[in-house]
Each structure stands twice: as structure tokens, then as C-alpha cells.
Nanobody, 118 residues
């Protein structure tokens, strides 16, 4: 069993910053990918950023230069530092972990709301 939990969402003004955190627990194999997705009302869920266990990152074009993803392999945590936030960043942000070896699986957190508004 793998559990995923996010925290750090909230209400911020345009141009502000937030840091989201995610912790995965359970039977987690060392080779995995952790990432952040988001979904706004009426829109499909989209990839924001992801990072492999060896540190390779991938960002959506819309957040490049503003968001930074990082992880701590020892703690099985992943953070998303969000700077220069825009109203269009408003969404529910979901953390996930993809385990690609041993016992493959995809696990999602419950989501945390990020609202960017004056």
C-alpha cells in the first residue's frame, strides 16, 4: 500500500508565491517518478512538473521559469515552489508517484486548492 498526501495550498495574490509539499509513504521502490498535476473547473487534469528519482525534471511550458520541483529521496517527499503566480494557475493541485519497478503502480493524493486572486 502506498499513501500520498499534499499540503501547502492556499489563497495568494497575483505575483505571490506558494510552496506545495507532498509525502509518500508505504512500499516505495527507489526507482520512481513523483510529480504535480493540476485541474481547474471545466478543464482536464494537466501535468505541471515531475521529477525522477535520479533528479531529471520536466515542466509544463506554462510554468517554466516560475515553478521549481525538488525531492528528497530519503524522505520520499516532493515539493513544488511556485513563484510569480498568475490567476490562471488557480486549480486543485494533485501529487502523484509512479512506481516503475518491482511492483508498478500509480498513486494520487487528495489534492490541495491553490487560488490566485486579488
Amino acid at each position: 500500500q502506498v499513501q500520498v498526501a499534499e499540503s501547502g495550498g492556499g489563497l495568494v495574490q497575483p505575483g505571490g508565491s506558494l510552496r506545495l509539499s507532498c509525502a509518500a509513504s508505504g512500499r516505495i521502490f527507489s526507482m520512481n517518478v513523483m510529480g504535480w498535476y493540476r485541474q481547474a473547473p471545466g478543464q482536464q487534469r494537466e501535468l505541471v512538473a515531475r521529477i525522477t528519482s535520479d533528479g531529471k525534471t520536466n515542466y509544463a511550458d506554462s510554468v517554466k521559469g516560475r515553478f521549481t520541483i525538488s525531492r528528497d529521496n530519503a524522505k520520499n517527499t516532493v515539493d513544488l515552489q511556485m513563484n510569480s503566480l498568475k490567476p490562471e494557475d488557480t486549480a486543485v493541485y494533485y501529487c502523484n508517484i509512479i512506481i516503475v519497478v518491482g511492483s508498478p503502480g500509480v498513486y494520487w493524493g487528495q489534492g490541495t486548492q491553490v487560488t490566485v486572486s486579488s
